[in-house]
Structures are given as C-alpha cells and as structure tokens.
C-alpha cells in the first residue's frame, strides 16, 4: 500500500471558486419579507388575506449551484428553511423546503430562469388532495424581489395562494428564539482545516491512500435543526456540500450530500442519530462502481478544536464493515 500527499489552501473563503449557476446570487445577505397568505381552503374564490412579517438570511454555496434561506417568523417563533440545487446536466432548479415542526425536505418543485423571471413547478398535498404547485420569482433588484405561490388542479388556471416581497437590510437579523431542538452539530459551526486520508479503491486491499488537506466551513439554522457545510476535495475543481436536516420526532438525522461535479443529490440520505456517548452514526444503501453497498458514516473524538470523522462500506449487507476515508479536522483561529 503507497500513499501520494497533496495539499491546498486551509481556509475555504480564501480560495475562490465558480459553479455553474448564478442565478439565485441576488438573494445573498439578509432581507426583511412581507408575507401574505390568503386566508380559506384554496380555490373557493375568497379574496381575504392575511399579512405577516419575517426576516430571512441567504446565501450560495458551490459557485451559485446551491442557495438556502432561513426565514424566521417572530409572532409564531417558527423557522422555514429553502434548499435550492441547480441540475447540471438538466440545466435546471429544484426547490426544497424544510420545516422546523418535522425537519423534512417537502416534496420539490422545478424550473428555470427565462430572462428576469423564474418558474418551478411540482405537486403538493393539500387537505387531502394533490395540487400543482408553482412558486414564481419576478421583479428582481439590487434590493428588492417579489415571490409568489399558486396553486391549480388541473394546470390550466392558476390561484395565487401566497406572495413575499423580500427588502434587503443592512444587518443580520436575529433567529435565536424559541425552543432549541438539538445541539448535536453544533460543534462544526466554523472554519475547520481538514486533513484527509482517502483509499482510491474502498473495495479491495490494492488500493492507494492519498493524503491531502482542504478547507472545510460549517453553519447552523433553524436553531440547530439544519446544519450545512462546504469542503474543498481532493481536485481544486470540484467542492462538497453537506445538508443535514433533524427530526424531532424520531430523534434522528437525515444527511445529503452534493458534489459540485454534478450538483445532484444521493438518492438515499444518511440516516441516524448521536449516541449518549458522544459518537454518531449515520447509515444508507448506496452503489458503488455498480455494485449495491451499504454506507456508513461515523464523527468521534468530537472536541471544541478537533473532531474526526471516517466513512466505512460493506459488502455484505453490514455484517462487516471496511473504513476507506478519514477526515481529522482542526478547527481555524
């Protein structure tokens, strides 16, 4: 067994990076929203609304193929956070919500951007029902957006059913409030150095580990409810992104990750929870080279400046398991 060495810059906001998209890069920084909400069951004609207001902060992440939000919501205390994921190869968006109550990503919607003006459409249940749904982004400025939903039952009319007009603000705004859920990932939020020990075929004992160091930058939303990070690899071309969302119901984690080669995400995400000591363990089937696995992936050793993490594969169903990627991370003054 050989092992080659290489290594980058230990910082991720110093390396610069272009993704594939740019389309959401207006909705960076920190808004205030008018939200209104048509009030009734949808398509009975009732033209009440009702009017609220929430902050949101926004950011991309990969070079522009992925942008999240974070609104919170101040007369109910609550959080909604959106994940936006540009398909390489289709040349599209998909737009995925989580909500605080369940820590699920809602079914999603697709589209595209046609001049100043986005579309995504998709399926959603409502009292029992299935509908199209529509979200729309028009009106877009330096400062200023306007986004409306609709809903229809057969696509050939639409009912706009809630709308948001986004104001930039100059500051943060703050979204600690309410009853924390979990503190479980809490310890990544930073800037980190990540030192790598990678094997090149996790699926034999002839295969070269690599070493290399890349940069590694974690936050936290939805009061620790959603986590997500971005991570340099191995070829400066390509980045990591990680989205990790929490279920209060069942105590446990649900993991997806994303490669900026492709910017789509696993089919299976990583499932399970943090042990009373300490350690979390997070499992999933998956294919590799063609053949059906099942992936593991394992944080130990966590402290406030350091922390490890290492994925396994078995072949046998999880009967055994083989380590084929460890990450040491080290956390950045």
């Known amino acids: 067994m050989t092992s080659t060495k290489t290594s980058t810059v230990s910082r991720l906001a110093d390396t610069p990076f272009d993704g594939h998209s740019h389309d959401f890069d207006f909705l960076n920084g920190s808004f205030d ?16 609304w009702q009017e609220c207001s929430s902050t949101a902060v926004a950011r991309t992440h990969l070079g522009g193929g992925v942008s999240i939000d974070e ?22 968006w998909s737009v995925y919500r989580i909500c605080s109550r369940d820590g699920r990503l ?26 199209q749904v529509a979200y729309s982004w028009s009106e877009v400025t330096d400062t200023t957006a306007h986004w409306e939903q609709a809903y229809s039952l057969h696509g050939l009319s639409w009912e706009v059913n809630q709308t948001m007009d986004w104001v930039r603000r100059p500051d943060l705004p703050d979204h600690l409030a309410g009853r924390k859920l979990t503190s479980d990932f809490d310890f990544i939020v930073g800037d980190w150095q990540i030192d790598h020990r990678r094997l090149s075929d996790p699926l034999t004992d002839d295969g070269e580990w690599t070493d290399f160091s890349t940069p590694w930058t974690a936050w936290t939303y939805l009061n620790g409810a959603v986590t997500v990070d971005e ?16 279920d209060p119901r069942s105590g446990q984690w649900s993991i997806y990750w994303v490669n900026s080669g492709n910017a789509r995400m696993d089919e299976h995400p990583m499932v399970g ?23 593991r992936f394992i944080w130990s050793d966590i402290a406030e400046t350091t922390t490890r993490w290492r994925q396994e594969f078995s072949t046998d169903g999880g009967q055994t398991w083989k380590a084929n990627w460890y990450m040491d991370s080290t956390r950045l003054p």
């Open 106 to 131: 809602g079914p999603p919607v697709h589209g595209t951007w046609r001049g100043d003006r986005c579309r995504l459409t998709g399926e959603e249940v409502v009292d029992g029902v299935v509908v």
């Open 33 to 48: 929203v008018t939200n209104r909400t048509r009030v009734g069951k949808p398509f009975t004609g009732r033209e009440e």
């Open 231 to 246: 991570l340099g690899l191995s070829d400066s071309k390509t980045r990591g992104f990680t989205l990790r969302s929490f």
């Open 273 to 295: 929870a943090f042990t009373e000591e300490g350690s979390g363990v997070f499992e999933a089937p998956d294919v590799y080279g063609g053949q059906p696995i099942r992936c």
């Open 71 to 92: 609104m919170y919501f101040p007369e109910t205390r609550s959080y909604r956070f959106s994940f936006r994921l540009y398909d390489v190869e289709a040349k599209r």
